[in-house]
Antibody, heavy 116, light 110 residues
Framework: EVQLVQSGAEVKKPGATVKISCKVS????????MHWVQQAPGKGLEWMGL????????IYAEKFQGRVTITADTSTDTTYMELSSLRSEDTAVYYC?????????WGQGTLVTVSS | EIVLTQSPGTLSLSPGERATLSCRASQSFSSSYLAWYQQKPGQAPRLLIY???SRATGIPDRFSGSGSGTDFTLTISRLEPEDFAVYYCQQYGRSLSGFTFGPGTKVDIK
């Protein structure tokens, strides 16, 4: 069974950095790109970027370019998403997701709250 | 960057009725790279359709997808109580420089 298990909720102050993890199991980690998706409260889904676990190549959405870093650790089958210079608008649930044609598998989501 | 528009924003229907959801792209792309997702409150999205018309594993056959070019449709033939949710379309593929989602269509109970 494929599972994507994310780290727990975070509360951060404006200007801080948050790093969320997503550990996968049930398939070969390097087979598929890992993606991260943001969902602000009551809003839609926004793709943030991806990492290819095989070679570490990344692609980021323009909106998050310069603030987001996505990495993959093949020794632990874990992907990480780091978002810096946090502001109130970054309060959201963040999902990791993967698949070979569309996002077949999703993590449970991690709530990040940015508040002073 | 391809921009996706979904209509209507909200669809109010009764169980047993047919739902037709639209997704329009700002430029044409291969239907191989169009997906539909369902999301219920407090849950992660679930993949329904990929490649515009292929159902993901375990998805009931009342869900079907069609379309090509810039116009795509998700049809739910007969709404079940568990189908009332928000539906998103997505274009995906590195060659398309992104994996953007549409704004979503909420299907709620009339």
């Amino acid at each position: 069974e494929v599972q994507l298990v994310q780290s727990g909720a975070e509360v951060k102050k404006p200007g801080a950095t948050v790093k969320i993890s997503c550990k996968v199991s049930g398939y070969t980690f390097t087979d598929y790109n890992m993606h991260w998706v943001q969902q602000a409260p009551g809003k839609g889904l926004e793709w943030m970027g991806l990492v290819d676990p095989e070679d570490g190549e990344t692609i980021y959405a323009e909106k998050f370019q310069g603030r987001v870093t996505i990495t993959a650790d093949t020794s632990t089958d874990t992907t990480y998403m780091e978002l810096s210079s946090l502001r109130s608008e970054d309060t959201a649930v963040y999902y990791c997701a993967t698949g070979w044609s569309g996002f077949f598998y999703w993590g449970q989501g991690t709530l990040v709250t940015v508040s002073s | 960057e391809i921009v996706l528009t979904q209509s209507p924003g909200t669809l109010s229907l009764s169980p047993g009725e047919r739902a037709t959801l639209s997704c329009r792209a700002s430029q044409s792309f291969s239907s191989s790279y169009l997906a539909w997702y369902q999301q219920k409150p407090g849950q992660a999205p679930r993949l329904l359709i990929y490649g515009a018309s292929s159902r993901a594993t375990g998805i009931p056959d009342r869900f079907s997808g069609s379309g090509s070019g810039t116009d795509f449709t998700l049809t739910i033939s007969r709404l079940e109580p568990e189908d009332f949710a928000v539906y998103y379309c997505q274009q995906y593929g590195r060659s398309l420089s992104g994996f953007t989602f549409g704004p979503g269509t909420k299907v709620d109970i009339k």
